[in-house]
């Protein structure tokens, strides 16, 4: 009788796992395409892409922290594209505004076309001048969500992927991220003590972390004595005044950060949803794994990279620069900055750094990131030329 109950309960057993053997399983994700990008300051990710019938090549953000797809207003004039008022409005750090549509337009990739794609239209004319290039547009959800995506930093190439069985590689974290158009993550952040929150997840910010003020005050998990130096940010609706600092550390997974540069801003247009967010992480830190994003599976695989332990940017100068009509001016000069200290004024044009003449605003932040140090800088102020030395001071305080 006994033996008789073994040999039942085996047969159930094995007849189960036949069943599952002969469950559907979705057909293996296929290879579509790659391509290159580039990265600006911040880590932020710029690739080349072209808009339905016009032939010339866009420069356009990734941003996992967009909810759609969207062009530069100037962009729309420039190819002739009339844009449809909707009664939709999207927030950014600086404005909330209600925004015109671009419909059923097509996306030309390197080996890819994605079709029927709803344009939302902005104005990114800040993006512009702060990089230094023209930003045509955003790359968010409305792309991201249609493909497995795989970003090589190491490589600076994204492979795109159909949607399918995906197999991980070794090493890394599995990142479960909820998930409605933008990614939010939990990660620890701590300083005088450890906090849990929800981020998003946001490849198109060029920072490490961005903490709303009403987390940051109902938490209080900063060190009263942290000193935090003023500064600002550039975002949708334009720049918003921010404070700059460093907390001790932040982890995420199984990987810790430590003395992380993070700014604190009033978020009046509520976009980081406190107290359902504490702020976002961006792309000067993810940029240090290698990403696999799989939104069909609510997955985010994270392996970490050669940039893993790069040396943060813990620079701070108090200036606000800025390509306009050609020209790189001094457009905000922080109040008791290093900036204000060498004697910069507002609409300052920068010639050279450090006898650098190349007129390359990215050249010139770089230039800029060495705490400590003593930079000769030759400005045209009232059709004079004037050389001025400005002393980087490190957030770190040392």
Not at 31 to 42: A, K, N
Not at 124 to 130: D, F, G
Not at 141 to 169: A, E, Q
Not at 345 to 366: G, H, T
Request: with cysteine.
């Amino acid at each position: 009788m006994g033996w008789g109950r073994i040999l039942i309960v085996f047969f159930i057993f094995t007849s189960s796992i036949g069943r599952a053997q002969e469950e559907f399983v979705p057909a293996p994700a296929k290879h579509i395409t790659s391509f290159s990008f580039r990265m600006l300051s911040g880590g932020i990710i710029v690739m080349k892409a072209k808009l339905s019938q016009f032939p010339d090549s866009l420069n356009f953000i990734f941003d996992t922290g967009s909810g759609g797809i969207s062009l530069d207003s100037m962009t729309t004039i420039t190819l002739g594209i009339k844009g449809s008022l909707s009664d939709k409005t999207i927030r950014g750090i600086a404005g909330i505004r209600q925004v015109k549509f671009a419909y059923n337009q097509k996306l030309h990739l390197p080996g890819l076309t994605v079709d029927s794609l709803n344009f939302h239209i902005n104005d990114y004319e800040v993006l512009t001048s702060a990089y230094g290039e023209k930003i045509d547009g955003i790359i968010g959800y409305s792309f991201i969500n249609r493909y497995i995506l795989r970003i090589d930093y190491d490589s600076s190439k994204m492979h795109v992927y159909t949607k399918g069985t995906f197999k991980y590689p070794r090493g890394g974290f599995l990142l479960r991220p909820l998930l409605t158009s933008l990614p939010v993550m939990t990660a620890d952040v701590k300083d005088d003590r450890e906090v849990r929150s929800r981020f998003y997840f946001d490849t198109g910010a060029g920072m490490c972390l961005l903490l709303s003020n009403d987390f940051a005050s109902d938490s209080a998990f900063t060190k009263p004595k942290r000193k935090w130096f003023v500064t600002q940010a550039e975002g949708l609706g334009g720049k918003a005044p921010m404070k700059q600092g460093v907390i001790k550390q932040i982890k995420i997974g199984p990987y810790k950060f430590r003395n992380v540069p993070t700014y604190i801003f009033d978020d009046q247009y509520n976009v980081t949803s406190y107290p359902y967010l504490g702020g976002l992480i961006g792309n000067d830190l993810l940029r240090r794994f290698n990403l696999i994003i799989n939104y069909e599976k609510r997955d985010i695989y994270m392996i970490p990279n050669t940039h893993f332990k790069d040396v943060f940017d813990y620079s701070y100068t108090g200036i606000g620069m800025y390509v306009i009509d050609g020209e790189i001016r001094i457009i905000d000069v922080m109040p008791g900055s290093p900036a204000q200290e060498a004697g910069f004024k507002p609409e300052d044009i920068i010639m050279a750094v450090e006898n650098n003449f190349s007129q390359s605003i990215q050249a010139y932040k770089n230039l800029m990131q060495s705490p400590g140090q003593k930079i000769k800088i030759l400005v045209l102020r009232e059709g004079e030329p004037i050389i001025l030395t400005l002393r980087v001071k490190s957030i770190l305080g040392r």
